[in-house]
């Protein structure tokens, strides 16, 4: 690992201030930078943490809307939301192991934008709305791709919104030794609709799969979603899983989120 | 008199006891245990939070104990390490551990009974596939079994 320096201010204005100096980037739960850096694949100046701001704390609820602070960890979001969002809670109890569970953070995990990571599903399944330092950001608009967003230089979320929705449920296939879903499907119905977000499978990152979202919304049965298919084009191929493998696993995943839910 | 100017001695708790520690921010608690508190019990394994030999307690959950900061650590905060699990190796898992003889070559075991308590206080009656989903640390003697099997006989002793 290369040398660092490492702040950790109080507020959200003194993290930003602190992240205009050249080779800052901010730090939340360290579940994915810190090995980064010790495997010499990113080299930051200056780590920002974010784990000191108490306004970047915690889960709220307010009618259907729950608010989760962005350096609020996986476990405390598990237990947290398990009244006002279970699926979100269970996603969120089913992320990494123990360990990772108790540092990792909801904002560290959307600002990687992983491709496996199993947040981004339900995020984009919710129709969730991304707020940061500068502005809100739809999830719709968010996510661009693998390990890459809508966040700008210096830009950091401070919260993610979720609508509540009727029904929802998240499913996923991990892998046994990384724990990162190999596919994974967030499915929540709400009054105007079905959203559909699968994780783990495309090159392209998180997604929604707007075929099964339309015959969802007419049935909402794991049958409804029988005789669709993904195409396999985009999805990710390695020696885990074709990229046929992938695409049919997102469906099955997608036919068990609805049957739990 | 020569004062430095950011002179950095930050307050931490390990193991009940509140001590003074001269590191740098950015030193994981791994290294402030070992190097600054002489706790070796807590082992450096891989450095990349892959394996959990360094696991710690921090407010009572399993933390990998390399990849947290030093800075990041609030002086209310409770650290616990296999040192202060318990004052006479009297904890259910330290117990079970002596009844079923779990370590092989005991590199990992450290990690790996701080990881059990903190599990086995969240899951007091844990089914295999509890600990199956919840036990990740490694071990290359392959004592998984016994790590099994001692978790359940320390859910009896509890």
């Given amino acids: 690992m290369h040398n660092f320096d490492f702040v950790k201010p109080a507020s959200v204005a003194d993290a930003v201030k602190a992240l205009s100096t050249e080779g800052a980037q901010p730090l939340s739960g360290g579940q994915t930078l810190m090995p980064s850096m010790k495997q010499r694949l990113a080299a930051p100046s200056v780590l920002v943490s974010l784990t000191g701001i108490a306004a970047l704390q915690g889960v709220k609820v307010e009618g259907r809307t729950l608010t989760v602070g962005a350096a609020t960890t996986h476990a405390t979001v598990a237990k947290e939301a398990a009244a006002a969002y279970p699926a979100l809670a269970k996603l969120a109890g089913g992320i990494g192991d123990p360990a990772v569970r108790n540092r990792g953070t909801i904002g560290g995990s959307l600002a990687n934008n992983d491709p496996s990571a199993c947040y981004p599903s339900a995020v984009l399944g919710s ?3 991304v707020v940061t330092s500068r502005r809100e950001i739809a999830a719709d608009d968010y996510f661009q791709g693998m390990f890459s967003t809508a966040l700008e230089e210096g830009e950091i979320i401070t919260a993610v919104r979720f609508p509540i929705p009727d029904r929802a449920a998240y499913a996923k296939f991990d892998h046994p030794a990384s724990r990162f879903a190999l596919a994974g499907a967030f499915v929540a119905k709400y009054a105007g609709g079905v959203r559909v977000a ?4 495309s090159e392209g990152g998180v997604f929604r799969w707007t075929e099964a979202e339309s015959a969802l919304s007419s049935n909402y049965t794991a049958d409804a979603v029988k005789a669709l298919s993904l195409d396999p084009g985009g999805m990710i191929g390695d020696l885990h ?6 695409a049919n696993l997102a469906k099955v995943m997608v036919m068990r989120a609805v049957a739990a839910s | 008199v020569y004062v430095e100017e950011d002179l950095y001695m930050p307050t931490i708790n390990v193991n009940g006891t509140s001590v003074e520690v001269d590191a740098e921010p950015e030193t994981p608690l791994l290294w402030v245990l070992r190097e600054q508190l002489g706790l070796t019990g807590t082992k450096y394994g891989c450095g990349v939070a892959a ?6 307690h921090i407010d009572g959950a399993a933390v990998r104990s390399c990849q947290v900061q030093l800075q990041s650590i609030g002086a209310e905060e409770m650290i616990t390490t296999i040192e ?3 004052p006479d190796r009297s904890h259910p898992i330290q117990r ?12 990992c075991q450290s990690g790996q009974i701080m990881a059990a308590a903190a599990f086995l206080s969240e899951y007091p009656e844990p089914t295999d596939e509890d600990i199956r989903a919840n036990m990740t640390n490694l071990c290359r003697c392959g004592t998984y079994n016994r790590i099994m099997a001692g978790i359940k006989r320390a859910a009896e002793l509890t």
């Fill in chain 1, 241 to 246: 899983g074709t990229q046929a493998y992938r």
């Fill in chain 2, 96 to 107: 079970a551990w002596l009844e079923l003889d779990v370590p092989q070559c005991g590199y």
């Fill in chain 1, 127 to 129: 129709g969730a709305t």
């Fill in chain 2, 51 to 56: 394996c959990g030999a360094c696991t710690v």
């Fill in chain 1, 198 to 201: 699968i994780t783990g499978a």
């Fill in chain 2, 84 to 86: 202060g699990l318990s």
